[in-house]
Structures are given as C-alpha cells and as structure tokens.
C-alpha cells in the first residue's frame, strides 16, 4: 500500500484476519484470500505478485475512463488542501454547484435539480424517501407502494434491497415486503412462443394489473433500470420503458430510471434513459461512473414538474429534511468534475457509441461455444451466459456456479470476469480498444473452452 511499510503476505494477512467483505461464505471466514489488487493502470489491474488483468468488469462496473488518470488524482488532491470538507446541511461547496448543473445539463426533460449522495444505494434510498416526503405533503400518505422488476437490483439499504429481487439475493436478512411488489422481469427468454411485440404487452398489462391488486391510489412508483445489470444483463423489449411511463403517468405514478450503471456513459451517453431507451422519467439515480469510482459519490436528479408541486407556494409549511454528512463530498464532486472532463476531452462517449457494435459482435462470437447459451450486450456491457446441465447427477454445485469456475480460468489467464451464477458479466473500462477487446474476448472464449 501507498506509504505503507508492510508486504504483501502481511496485507493478505491482515486481510484474511480483519476484513468483512460484502460476500462471505461464513464457514471459510478468516480462511480463504480474495487477490490482492495492488495497482490499477487503464483497464488493467496488477496483482500483488505483478500479474496484470484486465479488469472485465471494470471494478463493479464503474472506472469508465480507467485506472490511474493524473486530472482525477491532481484534483482529489488539490481540493483536498483547499476545502476537504463542509456541512451540506449549512453551507455549499463550488465543486457540488457546479457538478449539479453540470449533470442538470445532461439530464432529460425538467430533471434539472440533483441530490448528492454517497453511492448508488443511498442514491435510490433517497429517491425513493423523497416520493414518500412528496406523497405525504401532498395529503396522500396512503400513495406508498414501490413496485420492481425480479431480476432488478437496487442496493443494500434496507429499502433498496427489499426492492432488489433477485432470489436467493438476501438469505438470512429480514426484508420489508408490506408496500414492494415484484413484477416480471422483461427478460425475453420468459417470452415463451410470444413474440417480442406480445411479450411487451403481456409485461405491460401485467403492470397494470398489479397496478389495480394494489389499487393506483396506494402506488407510489415504479422503480426500474433501463437494462437490468446485475440482473444479468437483461435488455427490455424495444418500447417498453416508455411504454411503462405511459402507465405511470396514467395513474400519477413516479417513474424512477436506476442509472446507477448505465450512466455516465457505459451506453454511449451521459444518461442512457432518454436517448438509448427512449423515456424521460421523472427521477434519475446515478453513482459508479460519476467519478469513474476513484472515491465514492451518487444522487438523484429530480423534474422540476415534480418539485414545484411541494415548494414554493405548494409546500404546506413542509421541510425536506434528509441526507447524509458527505452529502455533495467537495473532495467527490472534485473527482466527477475532473472525471467530466477526461470523458469529454477524450471522446469517450463517442468512442462508446464507435466501438460498441464490435465489442457486441464480438462477444457474440462465443455463442458457438457449446457451453454457451446466450449473449447479450448492449453499449459497453454484455453477458454470456452458460448452460449446465443440471439434471445429470454428476453435477456438483460448484459446476452450477459455472461463473466462478470461468472467472478462475480466465484469472490465470490474465482476465477477471464478473461471475453471477451461471453468467459472466462484461463492462470493461470505457477507454478500451479494439485490440483489448480481442484480448478480453480471446481469453474468456479458453476460459470457458
Ligand atoms: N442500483 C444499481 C442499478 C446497481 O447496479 C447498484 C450496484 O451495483 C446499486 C444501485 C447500488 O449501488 P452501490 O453499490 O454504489 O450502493
């Protein structure tokens, strides 16, 4: 580590001993090492034997222009020494104002004022307590229902996990499910013998239904990413999310788009919403590629629409009152600012929207693997998703983490890949060419062989 006196089996060491990861098997606590990452250099990573990876997943999806820029590291540093810290509760900082207009500009339709918060999770949490503050100002303290897809992966608070319906995603923890329901995830492959078009109206009319079970008057929102992430990479039918606007709007329903991911150019846009998926919604969260993950930071840029109609003369003597010490990080909006600055200097997401259409093709090009059944991509992040066959009674569980057997394959070979059951997950560093795309691809396909 930087300034650091110790070595790396000593920071292994302190590792295995002293650190709660996010995921632990609890019978092997304390047993068994995560690689120790030392260094990171564009896509790659470096391990502390000096091994280089590329970095498929570009950390969790989020270091959009890559490891190791100076402007980033200059301006965490700088604003550093000129004002570390401020209360958001009293006071502003420069870098959070003008990030705020900044990301006012990129954002669709009226979404013109933004929240800082300290990552994705907190990003959604915020945004889905503000709908609450909302609905009670407005005397409707009934309108509470969240309604999300299986599949959908919102967080780990309280209340973004309960949204996050992936099975098996929160075994042992007790979730809130009094005001969430689940709807289908809009994954084609649920489509049986039906049609792309018949699917997209079976998904919305099975919207609408829920809908009516709760009753419009107690739904509050609708909670969706634009493609489903960690979900597995899952695309919706062409239409659909603003098809689901649509109904939203019906039944004055507050549609939140989940940029956690696609934003900040993983889609070849600043915000994939709009102009990839073809919706404004009414609420943006956003967090990850922000600061293209150098220090943490996310928010919610929220309609004006919305708003006016519980401030200024409509605000019924109420006072939002919610948010977090590191609210608008001076430090973090520093970064994301810096971060800004690259993509735009660098063409990043115009060389996205150049190089997407290869890293797809190419991709696509394990399907004739016979392991391999399907592949989805979409900007710069896709999935292979593998097949076993699970009825043979030689299968061990560990075969049906098949993503996990790949990840440890492609690691020796110099490729970290995201395994999610039985899915690899691709989204590497945005700044990636075509030559590395050839690398990562190559090295996945003897992964998998
Ligand atoms: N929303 C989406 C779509 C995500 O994919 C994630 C994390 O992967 C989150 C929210 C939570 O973000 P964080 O892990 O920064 O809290």
Redesign the pocket.
């Known amino acids: 580590a930087v300034g650091s006196q110790w070595n790396a089996t000593e920071m292994e060491e302190a590792a295995r001993r002293h650190l709660l990861s996010p995921s632990e098997a609890m019978e092997k606590l304390g047993q068994s090492a995560r690689p120790l990452l030392s260094r990171g250099d564009g896509i790659y990573v470096i391990d502390a034997k000096g091994r280089r990876l590329i970095d498929g997943p570009a950390g969790?999806?989020c270091t959009q222009i890559g490891y190791n820029r100076r402007e980033i590291a200059d301006a965490i540093a700088e604003q550093a020494l000129q004002l570390a810290y401020n209360s958001p509760w009293y006071t502003v900082n420069s870098p959070s104002a003008e990030l705020a207009a900044r990301i006012a500009a990129m954002t669709p339709g009226d979404l013109n004022r933004v929240f800082f918060t300290t990552?994705?999770?907190?990003?959604?949490d915020s945004a889905l307590r503000f709908v609450e503050f909302y609905n009670n100002v407005l005397g409707r303290p009934e309108k509470k229902h969240i309604i999300v897809r299986r599949e959908g992966?919102?967080?780990?608070t309280a209340l973004?996990a309960a949204c996050s319906g992936r099975a098996g995603n929160w075994p042992n923890f007790d979730i809130i499910s009094d005001r969430i329901s689940f709807i289908s995830s809009p994954n084609i492959r649920l489509a049986g013998d039906k049609d792309e078009a018949a699917f997209l109206d079976f998904l919305v009319d099975e919207f609408r239904q829920e809908i009516a079970r709760v009753g419009a008057d107690k739904v509050a929102v609708f909670l969706a990413?634009p493609l489903l992430?960690?979900g597995g990479v899952i695309i919706p039918p062409k239409g659909y999310h603003a098809r689901f606007k649509a109904v939203c709007e019906e039944h004055d329903i507050v549609y939140i788009s989940?940029e956690?991911?696609t934003g900040f150019g993983r889609c070849g846009e600043w915000f994939a919403s709009e102009k990839v998926f073809g919706v404004v919604p009414d609420i943006i969260?956003f967090?990850?590629g922000v600061t293209s993950g150098y220090v943490p930071l996310?928010g919610f840029a929220i309609s004006e629409r919305l708003l006016d109609k519980v401030s200024g003369d409509n605000a019924r003597g109420s006072n939002y009152s919610n948010g977090y010490t590191y609210s608008g990080h001076p430090v973090s909006c520093a970064a994301a600012l810096a971060n800004i600055a690259v993509i735009e200097k660098d063409g990043i997401l115009e060389h996205v929207r150049d190089i997407s259409g290869y890293f797809a093709e190419r991709l696509h090009s394990l399907a004739d693997l016979p392991l391999v059944a399907n592949v989805r991509a979409s900007g710069l992040v896709g999935c292979v998703e593998c097949l076993v066959d699970t009825s043979s009674p030689n299968v061990t569980d560990f075969d049906k983490r098949i993503g996990a057997r790949i990840d440890i394959h492609c690691a020796e070979l110099g490729l970290i890949v995201r395994p999610l059951g039985n899915m690899c997950v691709m989204s590497p560093a945005l700044i990636i060419t075509r030559e590395q795309i050839d690398d990562m691809i190559g090295i996945l396909r003897q992964g998998i062989e």
């Open positions: 969790m999806w990552g994705g999770s907190t990003a959604v992966y919102h967080g780990s973004t990413e992430a960690s989940d956690v991911v969260t967090a990850k996310g």
